[in-house]
């Protein structure tokens, strides 16, 4: 059924409208539509004003409640989509769930609609580079491919309307994502799940709780559907006793013969770099989607760099500066510390955030295997308290005192002084190994005014 056949006048409750663009997208789509929406947010109007602005010509269509949540409107709506800053428990869906309401968000409603082949690909880490690198593969045999997903620049609903219907579209999902994906949802014809380790454990109960939100991404995949696994990751197993009906495929790619001379797809990656295995799930997919091995192998040569994932923003005088801004975890910047560290050469790291109830034993011990005391420069935040104290278990600053600082610019120009003292090259990583609500509106912004600080230069 086309989305305006089912949402015309139907009484549908947008719960948070927000700063960063999905709630704005959804509102406009949903009112495009035909549906009757109103908009409720705890943010004031005057918070919202940028975003109420964004929506143009919409609002005069919209009925709005801000600063508030009134009970009645989710007793009273059919439909309520929700932001993915809003906790699957809330008690309003609690309230709008009992009185009948059918709970959406912005993927559920992608895949209720689409009617394109879907590639979905969430995980821990790489999801946005193995994302990316798929719609790049894809787009040499299908021009009309499309990404979308998990983006302020590009939200789903966006995209929907302008898919041909034909072509595959890439859809990056987060965990708050699949969390409303249901028993009647669409599955993807191929879902990626690149691996998974501790994250958002402030918005989930457990590990376990974050990998069964996960697990929706093939919920209701049929014989007829791909999954694809890391098989060097630790819950790869919990994957696989959920027993999916699709057919399953493993990364590392599995070399018997005809197929070992895929390996020289990947020659120019180091094998212990991480980004091998996301160029590897991409490459399979990509396959799996009617890609032929050989026109695969001919674009990796132009495999675009993905913005704020390990991107280099700066080279000169022997300095490059890495803005790792999307490393909002202690796994994420371990496997930076990986990459980037170089024989003979300084390896300078800048960190620190809020905490999403994450540990930091592992990350302290790779901090202290690949950055010495005087080169690391901590943001102040509640995970860089946690992050102090993982170093201090392991006498990693002896008797010296570490040094916090307060702003963003603050930090960058005392490390860039300190990057000018030290002799031959030099590797300045920036990467917070946490998130960013408590200095900035989220990672991105966060990295937005990182490179601002270098392009100055």
């Known amino acids: 059924m086309p989305p305006t056949e089912y949402l015309k006048n139907k009484k549908i409750l947008v719960m948070g409208l927000g700063?960063?663009?999905?709630?704005?997208?959804?509102?406009?789509?949903?009112?495009?539509?035909g549906a009757r929406v109103t908009v409720t947010d705890l943010k004031s109007?005057?918070?919202?004003?940028?975003?109420?602005?964004?929506?143009?010509?919409?609002?005069?269509?919209?009925?709005?409640?801000?600063?508030?949540?009134?009970?009645?409107?989710?007793?009273?709506?059919?439909?309520?989509?929700?932001?993915?800053?809003?906790?699957?428990?809330?008690?309003?869906?609690?309230?709008?769930?009992?009185a009948g309401a059918q709970l959406e968000n912005e993927a559920?409603?992608?895949?209720?609609?689409?009617?394109?082949?879907?590639?979905?690909?969430?995980?821990?880490?790489?999801?946005?580079?193995t994302a990316n690198w798929i719609y790049h593969f894809l787009k040499q045999k299908y021009p009309k491919s499309a990404l979308t997903g998990n983006s302020s620049e590009n939200p789903m609903l966006n995209a929907l309307d302008r898919l041909d219907g034909r072509s595959p579209a890439v859809v990056e999902l987060s965990s708050w994502h699949l969390e409303f994906f249901g028993s009647n949802t669409k599955p993807p014809h191929i879902a990626v799940i690149t691996n998974l380790y501790p994250d958002h454990l402030n918005r989930h109960t457990s590990m376990n709780d974050y990998a069964s939100?996960?697990?929706?991404?093939?919920?209701?995949?049929?014989?007829?559907?791909?999954?694809?696994?890391?098989?060097?990751?630790?819950?790869?197993?919990?994957?696989?006793?959920?027993?999916?009906?699709?057919?399953?495929?493993?990364?590392?790619?599995?070399?018997?013969?005809?197929?070992?001379?895929r390996f020289s797809l990947f020659a120019p990656f180091n094998p212990g770099d991480h980004n091998l295995q996301n160029l590897m799930a991409a490459s399979l997919a990509a396959n799996l989607a009617g890609v032929d091995w050989q026109l695969i192998k001919k674009s990796i040569k132009t495999l675009p760099q993905i913005k704020f994932r390990e991107e280099i923003i700066y080279q000169k005088n022997n300095l490059t500066v890495i803005n790792d801004t999307t490393?909002?975890?202690?796994?994420?910047?371990?496997?930076?510390?990986?990459?980037?560290?170089r024989q003979n050469q300084d390896l300078m790291l800048i960190t620190g955030g809020t905490d999403k109830g994450l540990i930091f034993k592992d990350w302290a011990n790779?901090?202290?295997?690949?950055?010495?005391?005087?080169?690391?420069?901590?943001?102040?935040?509640?995970?860089?308290?946690?992050?102090?104290?993982?170093?201090?278990?392991?006498?990693?600053?002896?008797?010296?005192?570490?040094?916090?600082?307060?702003?963003?610019?603050?930090?960058?120009?005392?490390?860039?002084?300190?990057?000018?003292?030290?002799?031959?090259?030099?590797?300045?990583?920036?990467?917070?190994?946490?998130?960013?609500?408590?200095?900035?509106?989220?990672?991105?912004?966060?990295?937005?005014?990182?490179?601002?600080?270098?392009?100055?230069?």
């Open 19 to 33: 700063l960063l663009g999905g709630g704005i997208a959804a509102t406009k789509w949903l009112v495009k539509h």
């Open 45 to 98: 109007r005057a918070e919202l004003a940028g975003s109420i602005k964004s929506l143009g010509s919409t609002a005069k269509k919209v009925r709005f409640v801000l600063g508030r949540h009134n009970e009645s409107d989710f007793k009273s709506h059919d439909i309520v989509v929700v932001n993915p800053a809003v906790p699957k428990k809330s008690r309003f869906l609690k309230i709008a769930r009992e």
């Open 108 to 129: 559920s409603l992608f895949f209720r609609f689409c009617k394109n082949p879907i590639i979905g690909v969430t995980g821990t880490r790489g999801k946005t580079t």
């Open 213 to 261: 939100a996960k697990a929706n991404i093939f919920k209701n995949q049929t014989q007829n559907d791909f999954l694809i696994l890391n098989k060097k990751n630790d819950w790869t197993k919990f994957f696989l006793k959920k027993k999916p009906l699709s057919r399953v495929r493993f990364i590392p790619l599995s070399p018997p013969l005809p197929f070992s001379s």
């Open 327 to 341: 490393a909002t975890s202690p796994d994420a910047t371990i496997a930076a510390l990986k990459r980037f560290a």
């Open 366 to 457: 790779a901090v202290k295997k690949f950055v010495k005391k005087e080169n690391l420069f901590l943001l102040e935040g509640s995970a860089t308290a946690k992050m102090t104290d993982a170093l201090k278990q392991i006498k990693y600053f002896g008797s010296t005192q570490p040094r916090f600082y307060l702003t963003l610019e603050t930090i960058l120009t005392s490390a860039l002084n300190r990057a000018k003292m030290v002799k031959g090259r030099k590797i300045l990583l920036f990467s917070p190994s946490a998130a960013s609500f408590e200095k900035f509106k989220n990672e991105f912004d966060r990295g937005e005014r990182v490179n601002q600080f270098f392009q100055k230069l």
